[in-house]
T-cell receptor, first 110, second 112 residues
Framework: GNSVTQMEGPVTLSEEAFLTINCTYT??????LFWYVQYPGEGLQLLLK?????DKGSNKGFEATYRKETTSFHLEKGSVQVSDSAVYFC?????????FGTGTRLQVFP | NAGVTQTPKFRILKIGQSMTLQCAQD?????MYWYRQDPGMGLKLIYY???????DKGEVPNGYNVSRSTTEDFPLRLELAAPSQTSVYFC???????????FGEGSRLTVL
């Protein structure tokens, strides 16, 4: 069946460091892929998405490229800020449902 | 913009009690979802609906029931609450199931 695997956290970085959060998926066909972010005490919100192979989603300095060869959708940011501290979820669309990974907590210190 | 509204935000239940978590959206979305989020875990889908009068089970439906009599509302009922149902519950909606979900702020439920 469809599933999403994310790297475990927490990821702890200093401000302005480079960020990578790994995400791989198992699915039939080529599902749409997503990154959602959850700030403390809030619901999830869409960060970026990609709907087909080789697409690059980007938003707020974050990027992720849909790689069908490696079934991956890794999240990257060149220079993180303290305000990026949150939990990040990778997800794929399977039929009418969105299937989420377990989430990766990012902590950025000044 | 109200978006997706969940009530209550917090609730404490005793074992065996029942309650309903309310979810309403004002975006005329067809698809609505209930997820639960346990500490350190991802989101698990409980139930979902692709339109009024249609509901379907997700990964973890046991102990819950839903109904969808209108496009706007998608209440989640807990029957005979158990400690294993202690969690944060999120309702979400989307217009056409393409994956861009809009989430409510969550309802934190504790069963003692």
């Amino acid at each position: 069946g469809n599933s999403v695997t994310q790297m475990e956290g927490p990821v702890t970085l200093s401000e302005e460091a480079f960020l990578t959060i790994n995400c791989t998926y198992t699915a039939t066909g080529y599902p749409s892929l997503f990154w959602y972010v959850q700030y403390p005490g809030e619901g999830l919100q869409l960060l970026l998405k990609a709907t087909k192979a080789d697409d690059k989603g980007s938003n707020k300095g974050f990027e992720a490229t849909y790689r069908k060869e490696t079934t991956s959708f890794h999240l990257e940011k060149g220079s993180v800020q303290v305000s990026d501290s949150a939990v990040y979820f990778c997800a794929l669309r399977g039929g009418d449902k969105l299937i989420f990974g377990t989430g990766t907590r990012l902590q950025v210190f000044p | 913009n109200a978006g997706v509204t969940q009530t209550p935000k917090f609730r404490i239940l005793k074992i065996g009690q029942s309650m309903t978590l309310q979810c309403a959206q004002d975006m005329n979305h067809n698809y609505m979802y209930w997820y639960r989020q346990d500490p350190g875990m991802g989101l698990k889908l409980i139930y979902y609906s692709v339109g009024a009068g249609i509901t379907d089970k997700g990964e973890v439906p046991n102990g819950y029931n839903v109904s969808r009599s209108t496009t706007e509302d998608f209440p989640l009922r807990l029957e005979l609450a158990a400690p294993s149902q202690t969690s944060v519950y999120f309702c979400a909606s989307t217009h056409d199931g393409t994956g861009e979900l809009f989430f409510g702020e969550g309802s934190r439920l504790t069963v003692l």
